[in-house]
């Protein structure tokens, strides 16, 4: 220590004051700040000063008298130096003097005038004296640590008698002078630690103190107390809370001078070190009690554990950068810094101020900040930002003046990127930003965002229920495009009922549940009427795709080795294996293809691709030929393969180097050189029976503990996969991925309320993010795969059988409606299944029974009041919330309530257009609105209802939540109808006449016939009457000309733009 620098305890308001030491002059200095204190140098003035004193090394403040300094003298002897100057200069001096002369390391002094000595070890005598100040006897009260050298010792502030030092360079021992018998070899509260010096206690809690290393050891512990009082009962902690190792820049020889705790803020401790650097950590306990081993946690594949306690580094602060370079050795331009201290006062800014005193003797202020910034993303993706105030900073972007609508939508329909942001990055500096930000700051946030917004880009992007358009969603990421490949095989499997055989479905059954026979839940995925076991129905499957028969290790069981290679995607044939070398190599896998084929042991075919790689210069030539061509290679070829297998980083060639040294693949197994659908398919190729499955059970294990997505292979799409996503989702917080993924099998094989929780949340978030057509498309989608291959099977005898027929529409395993309707308020279905759901308002009946097929239940009109009568009755009619009573939106062009009859003709009212079929169209701002055309027949309408898209439209068994077709109008009139019209059409237009729209923009809702007729207009033809025109009195309604805007006063959104 060179100097150091001491913030007045009794400093006020108007009057700071601090102590500058000088070790080098051993002098002393009060001072007395002229203003206020500000960043930069600061102006003070000199109160008192006591020069040319007898050597020290160590100093102490007294707590109580302002006057008083302790001064631990490198004789072993300390005094006390009084800086007042009212007192004559023989007064100024008490000094206390040890039996045998050696260097005092440390001094402190106590609330109640106690002065604790630590000296370096003697054999004959204690290293740790405590005096008492304002005694005229100047013997010690209390002799401690004999013959152990003391580094440090301080008194805890609210407890003036419990001491805490440090002994012997190898343990830190508390004591309390209360008891006798603490100093006669009483070792019970200690603990052992290598930083022994420059204790500080935390004056906000005194349970925390910090201790650092000796020279050259930048080291820094933070301690508990009370975890040493438990460690010396036999538990393992040894009390230390943190420890930094280093806590500071190493720059050659480092050492810690100096710690000190804010006094201000709680668990806020800064240290200076030798090489002028200053830094501030805080530390914090969390709220939370801290995690407990479980096997539901990942392992952490970079080392680590999960947390043992509930303390935690906030913040690292570096408030001064080391001196790493200097210009002569032992030259000093005055600018390190050497000591600092907190001054115990705050700004109005929030702020407390910290001395730093320079090499050169000057000192200067900084400002730390007390309030953390917090930031805060909410589900609409606002960043909101908190210290003093609150900011929100959200985008905004406005339609300019010398952009048409038109141009606009046209830049904000393509996809953007998440990251680079560089499609709209244009858009947002000329037409919109952050308010007050200005347009490169709006990139950089939009850049820190972008984690957020992966996601929901990812959903715009088309990210669902097709693998090829996910793995190109996901390019770049492997682990994702690893997952989507193994599924995507799975489900091209699986296509036309490719992997049932006699009334057994093993469809998305992993390779490890292959190999041991078991499909999970066999009453989904076996016919009623059939009793095929798993084995059979293996050895069958290889008979109906024809595959080979097995070559390999010796086995008893050869068919489900080959299933499970075909599983794993092993190639059978030449041409398709030369295929899928020619595709590595258009991705870059270079040598990769090259172990692809030595693997399937065509060698001529790799030789074929590496002479095409070397004679077009894409790979350099290393040889790797004449090994390849090679049946045996000598010990100089085996040693030179090793050395260039460590020199590589392509994994490809360190896996085909690997197996030229050695010579078998099982070498290579043991490595993760290769993906593990080659290890998978190695192992099946060249393990025997018993080996193969204990490979299985370590590799399934590994991968659901670690929740590795590439596990898929083996665990199939099953039971088991649900646990290895559940691994992942805690580790990645990936929803989407692991929703689509299971959507393959749930429910139609495998029935597990994680996934129902899993589905609903992603629609919640779907919903945040406004993705209404994504989320219908991928629950038609998703209803659309749980359906298929539910029919047309056949059995042995040819008779076709319904594989789980059994699945109703009224089960709980059948996927949900495509369309459902929620209140806008609570987002609680207006389903009439969920009137369990307690009313909350008063016009909404308590009770209500069940709504069945073809019934609607009406309320009775005894004893109630019209009110209670009409809120009874739109409470069964779906247009109101059984939750908070809330109604439905009104038609923004009739005024009705949504789902309530209208009072305009039917489309399908007119004869002319009644056996046309209106379709649903989407404009580019998000708005669905049927539109007609004059023979205009869907071919798919027997797909449609099949698919379940009735249910949708309000035209299947049952009416959609919240939808009511109207029965005030006489139904179509039975004339001659088109080619493929009739009854059944019209009825379908009926129904998509009063069915509801929303503009997913502004939000406002329609009657679908009504939008159709606002916006589209009446083209040439008869298309009803309704707002905007009038009927004619021919009853043809007369032409007129569409609109953009929304019909809402004052709302200016263009819902029909492109309509």
């Not at 290679?565 to 092993?570: E, F, R």
Request: with cysteine; net charge neutral.
């Amino acid at each position: 220590m060179e100097a150091a620098v001491r913030w007045s305890p009794h400093s006020t308001a108007e009057r700071r004051r601090f102590l500058l030491v000088d070790v080098a002059e051993s002098s002393l200095t009060l001072n007395e700040v002229n203003a206020d204190l500000k960043p930069g140098p600061l102006s003070f003035q000199p109160i008192s000063s006591r020069r040319k004193l007898p050597p020290f090394g160590a100093f102490a403040w007294s707590p109580v008298q302002e006057s008083l300094v302790a001064l631990g003298h490198v004789s072993g002897n300390a005094s006390v130096v009084d800086l007042s100057n009212e007192k004559p200069r023989t007064e100024q001096l008490l000094t206390f003097k040890t039996k045998q002369q050696r260097k005092c390391n440390s001094v402190a002094l106590s609330s109640q005038n106690w002065l604790a000595v630590a000296l370096d070890k003697t054999r004959s005598d204690v290293c740790l004296n405590i005096y008492d100040v304002g005694s005229e006897v100047q013997e010690p009260v209390r002799r401690l640590c004999p013959a152990e050298l003391v580094s440090s010792v301080r008194f805890f502030p609210s407890q003036p008698q419990e001491v805490v030092a440090t002994a012997q360079r190898s343990f830190i021992r508390l004591y309390d002078l209360r008891d006798r018998s603490s100093g006669s070899g009483n070792r019970n509260l200690q603990a052992p630690t290598r930083n022994i010096n420059n204790i500080a206690i935390d004056p906000l809690d005194e349970n925390y103190f910090a201790s650092s290393g000796s020279t050259g050891d930048p080291s820094v512990t933070v301690w508990d107390k009370r975890w040493i009082a438990q460690s010396s009962s036999g538990s393992q902690a040894n009390g230390a809370v943190f420890n930094f190792s280093p806590a500071v820049e190493v720059v050659g020889l480092t050492t810690v001078w100096s710690l000190r705790y804010s006094g201000v803020r709680r668990g806020r401790l800064a240290l200076c070190a030798s090489t002028g650097e200053i830094k501030v950590m805080d530390m914090m306990d969390a709220n939370t009690s801290p995690l407990h081993t479980s096997d539901y946690l990942p392992s952490n594949p970079y080392g680590g554990g999960s947390w043992q306690s509930n303390r935690y580094v906030s913040r690292v602060r570096k408030v001064q950068e080391p001196i790493r370079q200097r210009a002569n050795k032992g030259h000093d331009d005055g600018t390190r810094a050497v000591a600092f201290d907190w001054a115990q006062e705050t700004s109005p800014e929030s702020e407390q101020s910290m001395l730093i005193l320079r090499s050169s003797r000057e000192v200067e202020v900084h400002q730390m900040p007390l309030l953390d910034t917090h930031v805060n993303v909410n589900a609409r993706q606002d960043l909101s930002t908190v210290r003093n105030d609150v900011a929100v900073l959200e985008s905004k972007p406005q339609m300019g003046t010398d952009q048409s609508a038109t141009n606009l939508e046209q830049s904000t329909a393509e996809p953007t990127d998440p990251v680079n942001n560089t499609e709209s990055s244009d858009t947002l500096g000329k037409h919109g930003g952050l308010d007050g930000v200005s347009s490169v700051e709006t990139s950089h946030i939009q850049k820190l965002l972008a984690p957020a917004n992966v996601a929901e880009e990812r959903c715009r992007r088309g990210y669902g229920l097709d693998c090829e358009k996910n793995m190109k969603v996901i390019a770049g990421d492997w682990y994702l495009e690893r997952l989507w490949e193994i599924v995507g095989r799975f489900h091209d499997q699986a296509a036309d009922n490719g992997m049932v055989h006699a009334g057994l479905d093993l469809s998305y059954v992993g390779v490890a549940d292959i190999w041991s026979e078991s499909a999970g839940n066999l009453a989904k995925r076996r016919s009623p009427s059939r009793k095929t076991q798993v084995d059979d129905a293996i050895i069958g499957l290889n008979n109906d795709h024809e595959l080979p028969a097995f070559e390999g290790e010796r086995t008893e069981f050869p068919e489900h080795r080959q299933l499970c290679l075909a599983a794993c995607g092993w190639i059978f044939t030449t041409d398709t294996l030369e295929a899928e070398c020619q595709e590595l190599i258009e991705r870059g896998k270079y040598y990769l293809s090259i172990v692809q084929a030595v693997l399937h042991g065509y060698i001529h075919i790799a030789l074929n691709l590496l002479r095409t790689l070397i004679r077009s210069k894409t790979i350099p030539n290393i040889g790797l030929g004449a090994l390849l061509a090679s049946d045996t290679i000598n010990e100089e070829q085996r040693e030179m393969c090793q050395w260039m297998a460590a020199d590589t980083s392509d994994p490809g060639l360190k896996a085909l180097l690997t197996f030229l040294i050695t010579g078998d693949w099982r070498d290579v197994m043991k490595t993760h050189y290769l993906h593990l659908g080659y290890r998978v398919a190695l192992g099946l190729k060249y393990l025997n029976d018993t080996e193969l499955s204990g490979f299985m059970q370590t590799e399934t294990a590994r991968v659901i503990r670690n929740g590795d997505l590439e596990g898929i292979l083996l665990t199939g799409l099953g039971e088991r996969s649900l646990e290895l996503f559940q691994t992942y989702l805690t580790r990645s917080a990936d929803l989407q991925t692991v929703v689509l993924a299971s959507a393959f099998t749930n429910p139609r094989y495998v029935d597990d309320v994680r996934w129902e929780m899993w589905r609903e949340t992603y629609f919640d978030q779907l919903q945040s993010w406004r993705c209404f057509h994504e989320r219908a498309r991928f629950t038609v989608m998703h209803a659309r795969l749980c359906r298929k291959g539910l029919v047309g099977m056949k059995d042995e005898k040819g008779k076709v059988s319904r594989l789980g027929s059994y699945l109703s529409s009224s089960s709980p395993s059948s996927p949900a409606a495509p369309v459902t309707l929620k209140c806008n308020h609570c987002q609680a279905p207006l389903a009439r299944a969920q009137s369990s759901l307690a009313p909350l308002h008063p016009a909404t009946p308590s009770t209500e029974n069940p709504r069945t097929s073809g019934t609607t239940p009406m309320p009775t009109t005894t004893g109630h009041s019209p009110t209670k009568i009409q809120g009874a009755l739109a409470a069964n009619s779906g247009t109101v919330c059984l939750r908070c009573g809330r109604h439905m939106p009104r038609c923004a062009l009739c005024n009705l309530w949504l789902g309530t009859p209208t009072t305009f003709p039917s489309l399908s009212s007119f004869p002319p257009s009644s056996t046309a079929r209106p379709s649903m169209k989407k404009s580019p701002s998000g708005i669905s609105t049927p539109s007609l055309r004059d023979g205009d027949i869907n071919p798919e309408d027997e797909d449609d209802e099949d698919e379940g898209f009735p249910a949708a439209i309000g035209a299947g068994k049952e009416p959609a939540a919240g939808m009511q077709a109207s029965q005030s109008f006489p139904p179509p009139s039975r004339g001659k109808t088109g080619k493929r019209g009739g009854r059944k059409g019209r009825e379908r237009t009926v129904s998509l006449d009063h069915f509801l729209c929303f503009c997913t923009k502004c939000g406002h809702g329609f009657h679908a016939e009504h939008a159709r007729l606002w916006f589209q207009g009446r083209r040439g033809g008869h298309q009803g009457a309704g707002p905007g025109g009038r009927v004619g009195d021919d009853g043809t309604g007369e032409a007129g000309e569409g609109k953009i805007m929304c019909p809402v006063p004052g709302c200016r959104c263009c819902c029909g733009l492109g309509s």
